[in-house]
């Protein structure tokens, strides 16, 4: 089989829930346990960051690895979606896996896979777990796929826990409140492994304490004014963030979106985490401008050294073109503070969702002066360009529709002056065909 091949056969023969929806989800883990039994537990050959959490798992889980590269250790990272190429999925160092390595695995497991009939997020993991086992690794971080108690990441026994936030998502698999959802994600708390929390809400805060203190588990709040690292960010002209910081200096981070200070502030609570366990040295004054040195080139070469795109990416510029990935109401509440931040001539947005997401809610907070694009992913979960048009005539959006993600862009590139802004979003799968056609 060639490279081509085997993804064509993971998205064709095996359930997919980012391809179908809830279709494609298998609930439980006990193919999870079956998978894992036959590779003979290969997470158990490193040690494992496991992060959920409904929005900012990307971003910190990358920022994450980033740091432990920069303090030595030879880094696996697991993250979902892809945007453009499957192996974006698993890196070693920043690396992604090689095309042979993927043809291979699936041809030596295929007879034992096909019986069990596994999701693609099962298979994925099983792939991605044995090759961090045969590259050696030091530390893996492992991002959740959805929810956390019955993801098949959930068979690790991490060396720290991190749940970024909670907002309603998903709510047909994970529970239709924040106190249900939180506990899908608590899930992930384990015996004695310390788990710190990116934000917390009257709602879910007494989940996490309940199920931490059920397991023995230290917990960090990482918005206490105890833990807060981050005290406050301010964008950078040409893109970034400056973040003020309490006990350590200053430093400058290249990942824009004002969403990332709640993001920065989670990562490092976490550092502080590893740094109490042995594993990084953040604070000793004897070395402090190494270590400033050090962090500074994680956070401001996260992208390059991790792979990491889709943050409030910039395409290009005259016109301005963004990209983010944000998709439910959670994200939006910053996206949409952010665009109303942006100065421009005209404001043109691509729009395009998948059919799970509270379009209703999102719509509210688009603005009201932009051009719309409305347009639809590839993928069986896409929301009608034409549906979406007729729920922004609703809110007095102006806008026509497009039925692909480059035809929406070629429109909006057409009809952009250079001192106008394009932005595009509303689901990751808008984004990935973005960058797919650019490509």
Known sequence: ???KEVIDYLYSQVPSFEKQGLTGYKEGLGNTLKI??????PHESFRCIHVAGTNGKGSVSHSIAALLQVFGYRVGLYTSPHLVDFRERIRVNGIPVSEDYVVNFVER???????????FFEITTALAFSYFKEADVDIA??????????????VITPILSII????LDHTQLLGDSLEQIAMEKAGIIK???PVVIGESLPETRPVFEAVAEEKHSPIYFADDDEERVILSAEPLPQGGMHYHTNHINDFEGELSGIYQEKNTNTVMCAMHRLEEKGYVCMTTPDNLEKIQGEMNLAFQHVCEMTGLMGRWQTIRTQPTVVCDTGHNVAGWE?????????????????????????????????PKDA?????????????????LKVFGDQFGLQGECYPTVLQAYQKAMSEAHPDDFVFVGGSTYVVADLLKSLN
């Open 1 to 3: 089989m060639t490279y």
């Open 36 to 41: 894992d039994e036959h590779f003979e537990h």
């Open 109 to 119: 497991n295929r007879s034992f896979f096909e019986p069990l009939n596994p999701s």
């Open 141 to 154: 971080v492992i991002e959740v796929g959805l929810g956390g108690r019955l993801d098949c990441t959930n």
């Open 164 to 167: 970024t936030n909670i907002s």
């Open 191 to 193: 015996p004695n492994v």
């Open 334 to 366: 910053y996206i949409s503070r952010q665009l109303a931040n942006v100065k421009c001539r005209q404001m043109h947005i691509i729009y395009g969702a998948v059919d799970d997401k509270d379009i209703y809610g999102i719509m509210n907070l688009l």
């Open 371 to 387: 051009t719309y694009y409305y347009t639809k992913a590839d993928t069986k979960r896409a929301f009608p360009e034409t549906s």
